[in-house]
């Protein structure tokens, strides 16, 4: 079976063309990512409306050049993936409308995806061997959770942020420092120059606290770039001590709730969503947790395989495809209701 993934839920354009046998084994037979990170930077953020438009110019052009690079004609393709959920509602707009115009025109079945069961299975995409029941640590822009997978579709979140996601603790802080958007990585690259500091401690929320919550630390830095404007800035040192305690701020609590869950349960641990890019918090997960993996780079972040690979997921299990729909919020809990399914 063939199957096209379309993601377009915030800031990037991803598609991609899988195949997947009767025996479940899958294989990716083309991608193409278009990242509109040059687009919103000078505004420090991700502009939605800019974003929709941006992905209603790429998804045609991006989806020919994957057809011609692929050889695949559209004839061939068995079923479409669509993330509709969650993201910002005008981007997964412009994906479902392109897919329902493509399904339509070439009678292909359309299967509503959600955007982050596609991270979730991003592991078993790229590890055949790792099988439910294992747990996953979600950690994008706008997504921390870490999440019990019990099969398909059945997944039970153990954790979830109460305010802010990782990535945007990242981009917040980042941004107050005056880093250029998206400033996680470039936060991470000076906190690697950094050490512990007597300077500077982020206020650290109750270890034993079931959810996550970042918002304090925001805040924390705030105070601390008003109060210390000219110091900060002129001196590297304290920058970078200032990163250090900032990422390990962010860092500390994804470990320390991870690892607890992970060696409690004695399951495996993948981990996906563009914070798993940092090192310190690979470092940090790989010491702690007996068994962890990381798909590579690129399906860590927003792209078309995942969706695709979850299509075909369920439509190699017979699952119809149920009424399409665009959802700006839809946790995991809700998708064996959704599916109609209880698949093992
Ligand atoms: O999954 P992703 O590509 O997009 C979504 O949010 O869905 O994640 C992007 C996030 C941004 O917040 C970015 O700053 C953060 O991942 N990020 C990092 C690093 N690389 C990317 N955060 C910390 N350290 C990094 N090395
Ligand atoms: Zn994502």
């Known amino acids: 079976m063939i199957v096209l993934g379309i993601e377009s839920s915030c800031d990037e354009t991803g598609l991609a063309i899988l195949e997947i046998d009767d025996a479940g084994v899958s294989s990716i037979r083309g991608e193409v990512l278009s990242s509109q990170v040059a687009l919103h930077e000078k505004y420090g953020g991700v502009v939605p409306e800019l974003a929709s438009r941006e992905h209603m110019r790429n998804l045609p052009v991006l989806c020919e050049e994957l057809f011609d690079t692929t050889g695949i004609s559209r004839k061939d393709v068995d079923g479409i993936g669509v993330t509709c959920g969650p993201g910002l509602k005008g981007c997964l707009l412009m994906g479902v409308t392109f897919a329902q115009g493509l399904g339509l025109s070439e009678k292909i079945p359309v299967f509503p995806v959600n955007h982050i069961e596609g991270h979730i299975l991003s592991g078993e995409l790229h590890e055949p061997t790792i099988k439910p029941p294992y747990l996953t640590l979600v950690v994008s822009g706008g997504h921390t959770e870490i999440i019990l997978v019990e099969g398909l579709g059945r997944y039970t979140c153990l954790c979830r942020t109460r305010d802010d996601a990782a990535g945007e603790a990242f981009d917040k802080s980042a941004n107050l420092l005056e880093l250029q958007y998206p400033g996680g990585a470039r936060l991470a690259g000076w906190a690697d120059k950094g050490a512990p500091s007597a300077r500077f401690k982020v206020p650290r929320v109750a270890r034993e606290m079931e959810d996550f919550s970042f918002s304090g630390l925001k805040t924390a830095v705030a105070l601390m770039v008003k109060r210390n404007r000219e110091e900060l800035f002129g001196d590297e040192k304290l920058f970078a001590d200032v990163c250090w305690a900032i990422q390990d701020g962010i860092v500390d609590p994804l470990v320390v ?22 090192a310190e918090l690979r470092r940090r997960l790989t010491e702690k947790c007996r068994t962890v ?38 946790p995991v809990e809700t998708l064996s209701d959704f599916y109609g399914v209880a698949h093992g």
């Not at 399906?299 to 959802?327: E, Q, S, W």
């Open 257 to 278: 709730k991870v690892s607890r869950e992970v060696n409690a349960r004695r399951l495996p641990l993948v981990v996906c969503g563009g914070v798993s890019a940092n």
């Open 293 to 330: 993996y990381f798909p590579p780079m690129k399906h860590c972040i927003d792209n078309g395989a995942m969706i695709a690979y979850v299509a075909a997921r369920y439509l190699a299990a017979g699952t119809k495809p149920p009424h399409i729909d665009i959802f700006s919020r839809w």
